[in-house]
């Protein structure tokens, strides 16, 4: 059975700081994996999503890396902003490619 | 429409009510999802339709949980004899194809609460 560990549970940088939140999967067997944000009360925001046969994918100040073989993911976000507060979620499709395995989620906090 | 539209955004049902959630997806997404979020957890999966069909609905927790989607658009999440352990908010999301390599949306959720 998939399970989604994200590290670390909570997170409280000033602004400005470069911060990496980590996600381990104990399944390498995945067709993709998602990064999302979630604001509190809120939805969840897409942020990227790293195809099984890709290692990276940018966006912005956001980069997401994937280690498959290793069970690996890394969120970087640099220059953190005050705005970047959220709780950050990892995700990774099953192997039936019909679910999304969640992370309970990193909740960073950045302040001014 | 723009995203995905979750109604009631919250419902407040008493233990033994049966409940509706509904769930639009964005038009033209072929896959929807549901899922539940309880508090300080990562959401947990309930069922997956493809189009009209239930694909998976391996994560549904007992009986009392049943979702449609009969035209294969708008969905709804029905809930049987709610108990106090049904509280949680239930999040729908609708991808455009099934699975692989495309990107879930999800809509803002419904807070389900059991009194």
């Known amino acids: 059975k998939q399970e989604v560990t994200q590290i670390p549970a909570a997170l409280s940088v000033p602004e400005g700081e470069n911060l990496v939140l980590n996600c381990s999967f104990t399944?390498?067997?995945?067709?993709?994996l998602q990064w999302f944000r979630q604001d509190p009360g809120k939805g969840l925001t897409s942020l990227l999503l790293?195809?099984?046969?890709?290692r990276e994918q940018t966006s912005g100040r956001l980069n997401a890396s994937l280690d498959k073989s290793s069970g690996r993911s890394t969120l970087y976000i640099a220059a953190s902003q005050p705005g970047d507060s959220a709780t950050y979620l990892c995700?990774?499709?099953?192997?039936?490619?019909?679910?999304?395995?969640f992370g309970k989620g990193t909740t960073l906090s950045v302040s001014s | 429409g723009a995203g995905v539209s979750q109604t009631p955004s919250n419902k407040v049902t008493e233990k033994g009510k049966y409940v509706e959630l509904r769930c639009d997806p964005i038009s033209g997404h072929t896959a929807l999802y549901w899922y539940r979020q309880s508090l300080g957890q990562g959401p947990e999966f309930l069922i997956y339709f493809q189009g009209t069909g239930a694909a998976d609905d391996s994560g549904l927790p007992n009986d009392r949980f049943f979702a449609v989607r009969p035209e294969g658009s708008v969905s709804t999440l029905k809930i049987q004899r709610t108990e106090r352990g049904d509280s949680a908010v239930y999040l729908c999301?609708?991808?455009?194809?099934?699975?692989?390599?495309?990107?879930?949306?999800f809509g803002q959720g419904t807070r389900l609460t059991v009194v």
């Open positions: 999301a609708s991808s455009l194809l099934a699975g692989v390599n495309t990107e879930a949306f």
């Open positions: 995700a990774v499709m099953n192997q039936a490619g019909t679910a999304l395995i």
């Open positions: 790293i195809q099984s046969s890709q």
């Open positions: 399944d390498s067997a995945i067709y993709n």
